[in-house]
């Protein structure tokens, strides 16, 4: 979104307050254990994409996901009224990706592991096809 100074501030300020009313304000059964993640801010200051993560499978997202839509009008209300600026930002909610593309991550590195394990137990008992040191020397030359 954006790198402007005032923006992040304002982002990292939206994310406690959101983070705190979801804890203590918003008392929807549809709401999972939730974990914002990241806020992040337009230049302009008008949008807001709050980024969360929820513990739990399909069914506990798609729940999240309508409570938070549901209390979106309350969380801009709170955001407002903590910032104190003049106009205060839509909310966008986004479902994180980052639990999934870690899970990717440490199945790849694991496949890598266990290759290179496989690897190493072929070169235990490999030996050269010619001599150790295919080389000339000049020093043998002579």
Same mark, same amino acid.
């Given at each position: ?32 254990? *939730?974990? *914002? ?12 994409? *709050? ?92």
């Amino acid at each position: 979104m954006s790198d402007n100074p005032r923006a992040l501030k304002l982002a990292g300020t939206i994310k406690k307050i959101v983070a705190g009313a979801l804890e203590t304000e918003i008392k929807d059964p549809r709401l999972g254990f *939730v974990t *914002v993640t990241d806020v992040r801010v337009t230049g302009d200051l008008q949008q807001a994409s *709050v980024f969360y993560t929820v513990l739990g499978g399909e069914e506990e997202r798609t729940g999240t996901a309508a409570a938070l839509a549901s209390a979106k009008g309350r969380l801009r209300s709170l955001v407002g009224s903590q910032l104190g600026i003049r106009l205060t930002p839509s909310l966008e909610f986004h479902l994180d990706a980052v639990p999934e593309t870690a899970a990717t991550l440490d199945k790849a590195l694991h496949e890598a592991a266990l290759r290179d394990a496989e690897l190493a137990k072929l070169r235990e008992n490999a030996q050269y096809a010619g001599d150790a040191d295919p080389y000339k020397h000049p020093e043998e030359d002579a």
